[in-house]
């Protein structure tokens, strides 16, 4: 009987823990289908803080994505359908140091060479990227802060967009952009 209630005293602990560490999910539904990412709101805090901004304001809704290259990643959260770049908040402090791995379906914050820069663009890695982890050869990396915990499929169908250069009206030609355009239709924060 103490076995019993020991291993029911193990297998609770163990189950709350989990439940503790799950941090906030998002869901996108987009033009390709939907996927859901959970967010690290431990290891990277102020990341998570400002994409959950951006995330309730709706200011992804509406967006593409706007960089894919196949066997490497998908990047979007800052274009309009015509190309047009839109107005952000400012930066976020990186947390490329957190520990958090560019594995293949985390969703990393996208940037200049300033590792400092990030503001609403994000990227969802479609291989182990591991050059882009803290430290890499430039001394720094980009900042994880969640992974696809479903939906999958959805990142695999947009990865496989061909994609050409496309002129931009703002910030001349733009390479790796999707021939076929894949929106944001919402990102909602899941109660």
Do not use: W
């Amino acid at each position: 009987m103490r076995k019993l209630f020991a291993s029911l005293v193990l297998i609770t602990s163990c189950f709350l823990s989990q439940v503790a560490i799950a941090g906030p999910k998002v869901e996108f539904k987009t033009t390709l289908g939907n996927f859901v990412v959970e967010l690290d709101d431990v290891k990277a805090p102020k990341t998570t803080a400002n994409f959950l901004k951006y995330v309730n304001s709706g200011f992804y809704n509406g967006t593409i994505f706007h960089r894919v290259i196949d066997g490497f990643m998908i990047q979007g959260g800052g274009f309009t359908p015509d190309l047009t770049q839109k107005p952000t908040d400012a930066p976020v402090a990186s947390e490329a140091q957190n520990g958090l791995k560019n594995n293949v379906y985390t969703i990393a914050m996208a940037r200049t060479s300033d590792p400092d820069s990030a503001t609403s663009q994000f990227f969802i890695n479609v291989n182990n990227n591991q050059n882009l982890d803290y430290p890499n050869a430039m001394g720094n990396g980009y900042t994880v802060f969640g992974r696809v915990i479903s939906g999958t499929q959805t990142i695999d169908a947009i990865r496989k967009v061909p994609t050409m250069v496309a002129p931009a009206p703002r910030i001349g030609r733009m390479a790796d952009v999707p021939s076929k355009t894949v929106i944001i239709e919402s990102a909602t924060l899941l109660k």
